[in-house]
Each structure stands twice: as structure tokens, then as C-alpha cells.
């Protein structure tokens, strides 16, 4: 259980020390019959905070605390993140750029592996990127353009990680993850590495089934003028700024578009749900599959929010939405 009262603390900070420390209780002295053994140490590269609230780390600006935040500065960090999760008999879970996550107010007591800076390689081989799971997804749209190559161009409005992106088969405007993936590197929960090819990976909308954590991808692209795909992507920027509340605190689509002709947002717009909130969340005026922090929402508020549209949108035609956003932590 994450303790609330705890101060955030580094337990492991490189750049700030400049020596590795370890994470663990100090050994027990002789003679303390009390104290529990000592935890094994753990060498970590990156950075590893105890009690680190995630709101910062999520586009909703919502959630607990995580027990363990690690910041893994390579592969081998992520590795330990895992270790130390195994050996405390804790939970973990991946996460990039929380833009498709709502943490509880409780926290997470467990484990919490971000990827981002040091597992963010961009290079382009040929028509092929290699891109670290890490890496902003916006970031990629916009360097293979520039290097003119088409595939990812119209995922530069995408507010995630690469990981987060292939692991939930982003995608928008027509396209989708799935479409250029040949290859993902993951790293299984005992710390194995292996490849997957595209054959053996299976993408459904807006879901793969992939376990374990992301950490590399190949890219399949094609060539493309860079000034054609800039001015596309310049195009779907401001049909986003017209159509979404992308600058204010939420996770994008709320719910999966349900099969039929109806989007989930025309039918909770259908519904008169548009501007309905409790406490601090908002289903948003601009598009009703967004909900909004309007900047004293918990979790509990967008949960309630969730369950009121799921209800009404369920009475009224029929139809159970389903959640596009995963949930995490007590
Ligand atoms: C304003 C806005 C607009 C958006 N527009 C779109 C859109 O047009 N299309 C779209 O598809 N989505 C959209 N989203 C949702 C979101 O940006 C995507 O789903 C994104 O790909 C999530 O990436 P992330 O790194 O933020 O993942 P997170 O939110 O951090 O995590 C999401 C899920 O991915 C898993 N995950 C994260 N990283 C990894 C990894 N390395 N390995 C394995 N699993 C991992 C997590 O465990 C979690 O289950 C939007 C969100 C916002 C806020």
C-alpha cells in the first residue's frame, strides 16, 4: 500500500550524487530483533523515487502516488525496476507518457517503469527507423518527415510514447501503429529480451497483444517529399486544435468508437452529456469523448463521470462503450 504521509525521496539519483546508490533498508544491527532482513541492493542508472505522485506524470494531471517511480536510463535499468519489484513482492507497471492513463488517488503500490529519455533512439535505416520505446510519438512523426519518410507523418498529434503508441495500436486520421511495425524488441517480466516479428504480433483496434515491456521498434516507411508531409501534418494540427480540447488536461478519446456509424462521442453527444460533470471533471463541450480536468478533478470524480455515460449511453441506445484509457492503481 503506497503511504500517503511518506515524504518523496531520491533513492537513487546519478546525476545528482554522482555515485550509484542503493535501494534498501540499511542491514539490521545485532541485537535488533525486530528488523526485518535487509533488502537487496540494487544498482540503478536512471533515477528511482519513492512516493512520487503521478499527476505530474499523466496528461489528466491526476493520480496518486507511485511506491517506486523508476526512471530507467537503459535497458539494463528496466531489468532492476523489474528485479526490485520481484523481490519486494510488489506490482509494476510500464507507462510512457501517461496521456492514456488515469491513476486512482490512492497510488500505485508497486513498481512504476517510465520510459522515456535514454530509451528514445531515433535512426533511420534506409526506409527502416529504430525508435526507443521511449521516444516521443510527436517527435517521430515530425524527424521522419523531415527525413522524408511517410508512415508515421499524421501521428503528430498523438500525445504519447512510441511504446505506449505500439503497445495500444495508436493511431488516427486513417492510420495506425500496426501499419508499419515489422519489428518490436520487448523485455518479458523476468528481464528477457527477445524480438517479435510482425507476424507475430497480433493488433486489433486500438489494442495488441504484447506483454511485457516495449523497449524497441523497426518502422517500416516509405519515401515521401518532406514538404508534403509537413504541410499535412500542419493541416491535422489545426483540425485538432479546432476540434478537441487537446491543450487542457485529459487523455484524448475516453472510450473505443463502438461498431456502427456512430462514434462514442456522437453518442454521448446524442445523450446530452456534453458539459455534464462531478467535481472537477467535465465531459467537454468541443468533443464529448473527452474528458476534461478542469483542475481540481480526482480520479474519482472521472470515474464517476465515466460511469454516468456508460449508463446513460447504455440505456438510451443500447450501447455499452467500452474504455479506450486503462486504469491503474487503489
Ligand atoms: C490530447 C490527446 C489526444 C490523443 N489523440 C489520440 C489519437 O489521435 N489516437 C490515439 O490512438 N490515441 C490518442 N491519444 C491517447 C494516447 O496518446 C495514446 O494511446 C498513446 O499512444 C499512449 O502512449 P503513452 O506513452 O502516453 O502511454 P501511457 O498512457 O503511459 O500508457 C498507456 C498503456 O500503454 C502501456 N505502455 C506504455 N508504454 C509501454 C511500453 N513501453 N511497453 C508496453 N506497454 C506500454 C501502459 O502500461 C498502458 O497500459 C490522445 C491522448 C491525448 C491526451
Redesign the pocket.
Known sequence: MARKSESRKTVSDRRTSGSRKSVGKAPAKTGTPAAPPAAPKIKFRGKLLENEPMARLT?WRIGGPARYLALPADSEDVARALDLAQERGLPW?????????LVKDGGFPGVVIR?GKGLDRFEMKGATAIVG?GLP?PLLARRTADAGFAGVERFV?????V???I??N???HGAEFAEVVTEVTVMDPKGKIKQLSRKQIIFKY?SSN?EG??LEAKLGLGEESPTKLKELQGKLFRWRKAG?P?DQP????TFTNPSGTKTAGMLIDECGLKGFSIGGAQVSTQHANYIINKGTATASDVLKVIEHLRKTVAKKTGITLELEC?IIGV
Open positions: 496528461t507497471v510500464v507507462v510512457g507518457l501517461g496521456s492514456n492513463l520510459m520505446a510519438t498529434g498523438i500525445p504519447g510514447t511504446g505506449g503508441g503497445f495500444m495508436a493511431g488516427c486500438r504484447l515491456i516495449v478537441t487537446f485529459c487523455c484524448g478519446s486503462k
